[in-house]
């Protein structure tokens, strides 16, 4: 039995083993005993991830691998959950307890995946998985290149993100159009957020919606005061800006409305 991968769901089945093994390696193991994966399809990498000292959970959309999971690995179809991860509520099946998130994940779903993780940071110790090499690189990039965005800054507020390696076309099927980049997140210790995390967000992803303007004007719709935005900082561009600036930013902008 084997699962034809599905177009409109994204699935590009992983079939190199040794690139699925250097993916389930990604894990550290620290701070958390369960692992969640995102689609595991035929369960390339689920296999190398039985073999951790982890409990190991599956969430599959596609029936059809679901049936296959179940059918092959026999001790972990307790665990398979057959959900859309996006709509699920992960409290309702781990309770409070952290896991650590790990996929091939599908591409077109694949920064909405990142998002619900970065709403439940506080359950996800450490996220490791393999994106478009496109947005890999997005979520990894530092400021002041064109890739810096909306994804670099709240991932990199709230994890310490790292590219770890590059995915050819030829190890997948069907072969995507392109190369495939994997990355690792691992929560920051002991951090909070000084700042109300709403206008975080907020204040990012407005900056980011005009990118090509200074701050003075892509953020106007904010209504803060002529006096702040004729600050040096508001003559800044958004990709100009750390982590820590924008931070900062988000700061300032709060003062500035009391």
Do not use: C, W
Not at 241 to 252: G, H, M, R
Request: proline share 5%; no cysteine; charged share 25%.
């Amino acid at each position: 039995m084997s699962v034809k991968a599905k177009k409109h769901l994204g699935q590009h089945f992983l079939k190199d083993e040794q690139i699925a093994k250097d993916i389930a390696d990604t894990l550290t193991e620290k701070n958390y005993t369960k692992v969640l994966e995102i689609g595991p399809g035929m369960g390339v990498l689920t296999k190398y991830l039985l073999d951790k000292d982890l409990t190991t959970h599956v969430i599959e959309i596609d029936t059809e691998s679901v049936a296959y999971l179940q059918n092959t690995y026999l001790n972990l179809a307790p665990r398979i959950i057959s959900e859309d991860f996006l709509k699920i509520n992960i409290s309702d099946f781990f309770k409070a307890e952290p896991i650590a998130i790990i996929g091939n994940f599908p591409y077109n779903i694949s920064t909405q995946i990142v998002f619900k993780t970065l709403e439940n940071r506080q359950q996800i110790p450490e996220f490791s998985g393999m994106f478009q090499k496109e947005v890999a690189e997005r979520i990894a990039e530092k400021e002041g290149s064109k890739k810096y965005g909306i994804l670099s800054v709240l991932a990199q507020a709230f994890y310490e993100v790292e590219y770890l390696f590059t995915v050819p076309p030829t190890v997948f099927d069907p072969p995507p159009k392109v190369d495939s980049g994997v990355i690792r997140m691992i929560r920051k210790d002991n951090f909070t957020l000084p700042v109300d995390e709403k206008l975080f967000f907020r204040v990012v992803k407005t900056a980011f919606g005009q990118r090509r303007k200074m701050l003075r004007s892509s953020l106007k719709t904010l209504n803060l005061s002529e006096e702040l935005r004729q600050t040096t900082l508001f003559t800044k561009r958004p990709e100009q800006l750390s982590v820590e600036e924008f931070i900062n930013l988000t700061l300032t902008i709060e003062k500035d409305a009391v």
